[in-house]
């Protein structure tokens, strides 16, 4: 079993990552700050729930590292630009496929519409999901 190998990854791909995998250990380790808690009646000052608050500031601070170094380095920027290129290459195809089905104006102007209303119904989905499953 190899313990470390050699993988394809963007320095910005590796900041991502990181920044997701800390704050899943910030949101793991609070969990476990919440279960020590309810096991000592609320006792902040005994040793199992002060041990997981240390934790968590250490977790957090962690995260806060490594949120800034993605930061600086311009992974926010560059998911933007990668967002809006697929967005670009999206509609392209889409406005394609539309010409080789010779639609009429109206036709092709409620095809492009519908797209955008099912676009819209992902993204509002997608949001949706994300808040479900954060906290």
């Known amino acids: 079993?190899?313990?470390?190998?050699?993988?394809a990854v963007s320095p910005w791909d590796a900041l991502l990552l990181s920044t997701?995998?800390?704050?899943?250990?910030?949101?793991?380790?609070?969990?476990q700050l919440v279960e020590a808690t309810r096991a000592e009646d609320?006792?902040?000052d005994s040793p199992r729930v002060r041990r997981w608050l240390d934790e968590s500031r250490r977790e957090r601070n962690l995260l806060a590292r490594t949120a800034k170094a993605a930061v600086?380095?311009?992974?926010?920027?560059r998911l933007v630009r990668q967002v809006e290129l697929e967005g670009r290459l999206v509609a392209e195809v889409l406005g394609r496929t539309l010409d080789a089905l010779?639609?009429?104006?109206?036709?092709?102007q409620v095809a492009f519409a519908t797209a955008h209303r099912e676009l819209l119904?992902?993204?509002?989905?997608?949001?949706d999901g994300a808040g479900e499953g954060a906290g």
Do not use: P
């Not at 997701?20 to 969990?31: P, T």
């Open 72 to 77: 600086d380095a311009g992974v926010a920027e």
């Open 1 to 7: 079993m190899d313990v470390a190998r050699e993988l």
């Open 102 to 108: 010779e639609l009429t104006a109206e036709q092709r």
């Open 20 to 31: 997701r995998l800390a704050a899943g250990r910030v949101a793991w380790v609070d969990q």
């Open 121 to 127: 119904q992902l993204e509002a989905t997608e949001v």
């Open 42 to 44: 609320g006792n902040a």
